[in-house]
């Protein structure tokens, strides 16, 4: 039924299920099986052209392309559950959504910069309040009493997406890890000079 979606898991993850070898399954592989079950999963009796997983990353991907905004998205998906069958498994809004995605593990960490660009708050950094190069502030200032903000927000902030994690997930998956190190396995013609590696 959904194949794409089954091997796009085993491809991110990077886990081979022929392992003769029986282990105790922990966190990182039972967040696993519980991903590879919702590919399989119907979103109700009949419904052979989605899953779980895929008509979530679809709907992601609907949300992000049009930029749909929190509520219109969350109301979206409750009419789409009311016009459904009363047994689909359709998440119930936003926030499950990303919580059934979120288990690929390709996270982001969100680090405060400077409001002008000099220098960002992050290690050794990540207690200063002011721009060590222009002394600007790094939070908005809170307006006391008057305002229900408890948490500093920061003027200006940028997201920092992990490569390693993501280089795992490409040398994991048998179709891409060939590419990726062709420069080191090719077979050179001699004589000629068709890249600089070759040199």
Same mark, same amino acid.
């Given at each position: 039924?959904?194949?794409?979606?089954? =091997?796009? $898991?085993?491809?991110?993850?990077?886990?081979?299920?022929?392992?003769?070898?029986? =282990?105790?399954?922990?966190? =990182?592989?039972?967040?696993?099986?519980?991903l590879?079950?919702?590919?399989?999963?119907? $979103?109700?009796?009949?419904?052979?052209?989605?899953?779980? %997983?895929?008509?979530?990353?679809?709907?992601l991907?609907?949300?992000?392309?049009?930029?749909?905004?929190?509520?219109?998205?969350?109301?979206?998906?409750?009419?789409?559950?009311?016009?459904?069958?009363?047994?689909?498994?359709?998440?119930?809004?936003?926030?499950?959504?990303?919580?059934?995605?979120?288990?690929?593990?390709?996270?982001t960490?969100?680090?405060?910069?400077?409001?002008?660009?000099?220098? %960002?708050?992050?290690?050794?950094?990540?207690?200063?309040?002011?721009?060590c190069?222009?002394?600007?502030?790094?939070?908005?200032?809170?307006?006391?009493?008057?305002?229900?903000?408890?948490?500093?927000?920061?003027?200006?902030?940028?997201?920092?997406?992990?490569?390693?994690?993501?280089?795992?997930?490409?040398?994991?998956?048998?179709?891409?890890?060939?590419?990726?190190?062709?420069?080191?396995?090719?077979?050179?013609?001699?004589?000629? %000079?068709?890249l600089?590696?070759?040199?």
């Amino acid at each position: 039924m959904n194949r794409p979606y089954e =091997e796009l $898991i085993f491809y991110v993850t990077g886990h081979n299920l022929r392992s003769s070898v029986e =282990e105790p399954p922990n966190a =990182e592989i039972q967040k696993f099986f519980e991903l590879l079950y919702s590919t399989q999963k119907q $979103i109700w009796d009949g419904c052979s052209t989605h899953s779980e %997983l895929s008509i979530t990353v679809r709907m992601l991907s609907f949300k992000t392309e049009y930029n749909i905004l929190h509520d219109c998205f969350n109301d979206f998906i409750g009419l789409m559950k009311e016009t459904n069958p009363a047994d689909n498994l359709i998440p119930s809004n936003l926030y499950r959504m990303k919580k059934l995605v979120s288990k690929l593990g390709l996270t982001t960490t969100k680090i405060d910069c400077c409001i002008n660009g000099c220098m %960002l708050y992050y290690k050794d950094d990540a207690a200063k309040v002011y721009c060590c190069t222009c002394n600007a502030p790094r939070f908005k200032p809170n307006l006391g009493k008057q305002c229900r903000q408890k948490k500093d927000v920061s003027y200006s902030h940028l997201f920092y997406l992990p490569i390693i994690p993501r280089l795992q997930r490409l040398y994991a998956s048998i179709s891409s890890s060939g590419h990726m190190r062709w420069h080191k396995e090719k077979i050179a013609k001699s004589g000629v %000079l068709s890249l600089p590696s070759d040199a």
